[in-house]
């Protein structure tokens, strides 16, 4: 999580999003950066507005914006299998080394997951909040250029990311029933996705409408 006190901006930071590159590149230029532990640096909206955004508020003034990026789902879980594919992962109860990207989404879809699959969900990451706390700018992963660019204005700073923390290269694809499936029963995922225009507009889902896995 990185905070602009001065430009009145919070960028939350969604895993397998690019955000530890951009904490890096932005790190000297922010009034706070929140690198440990996982829980905080990766807060999700409720938590940013139940610990965070008191604090600014009352220290900062009110006001604030909130900026994220989300990861096209399918893009997004094939990152995470990836991940932890990576080498010295071996024989981790989170491996996915001994199987495959569908056998992956599929663990991912049950209600149970087992730990490899347990990579939450992006849509409750950045699920609107009853007070009204909510991601204000929201950009697509593959939008790099309007991210930069709107940091660019909104900083006035140039920013060029380093390339970090990136999964092993891999040529995956999801057998159609598969994806159907995905489709199906992470709706919200896909619909958030879908509705992320230029420049980081989108219609936010409301309050508790990202549904339950079954």
């Known amino acids: 999580m990185l905070v602009f006190s001065k430009e009145k901006l919070v960028f939350l930071s969604v895993p397998k999003t690019g955000s530890t590159a951009y904490q890096e590149a932005l790190g000297a230029r922010a009034a706070l950066v929140v690198r440990d532990p996982p829980e905080l640096k990766h807060a999700p909206v409720f938590r940013y507005n139940r610990f965070f955004r008191p604090a600014l508020e009352k ?5 604030f914006e909130i900026l994220a990026v989300m990861r096209e789902p399918v893009d997004w879980l094939g990152s995470w299998y990836r991940y932890r594919r990576r080498v010295g992962h071996e024989g981790n109860r989170t491996a996915t080394h001994d199987i495959s990207f569908d056998e992956f989404v599929d663990a991912y879809m049950k209600g149970n997951r087992p730990p490899y699959a347990n990579v939450g969900s992006q849509a409750k990451f950045l699920e609107p909040q009853k007070n009204g706390t909510a991601v204000t700018h929201l950009f697509r992963y593959e939008d790099q250029d309007g991210l930069r660019a709107f940091l660019k204005a909104r900083l006035n700073t140039d920013i060029t990311p380093p390339l970090r923390n990136q999964s092993p290269k891999m040529d995956l694809a999801l057998a159609a029933d598969t994806e159907a499936r995905l489709r199906r029963k992470c709706t919200a ?5 879908d509705n992320i225009k230029a420049n980081g507009v989108y219609a936010a889902l409301p309050h508790g409408a990202a549904p339950a896995h079954r």
């Open 189 to 193: 995922e896909f619909m958030l996705y």
């Open 59 to 63: 220290f900062c003034g009110e006001g």
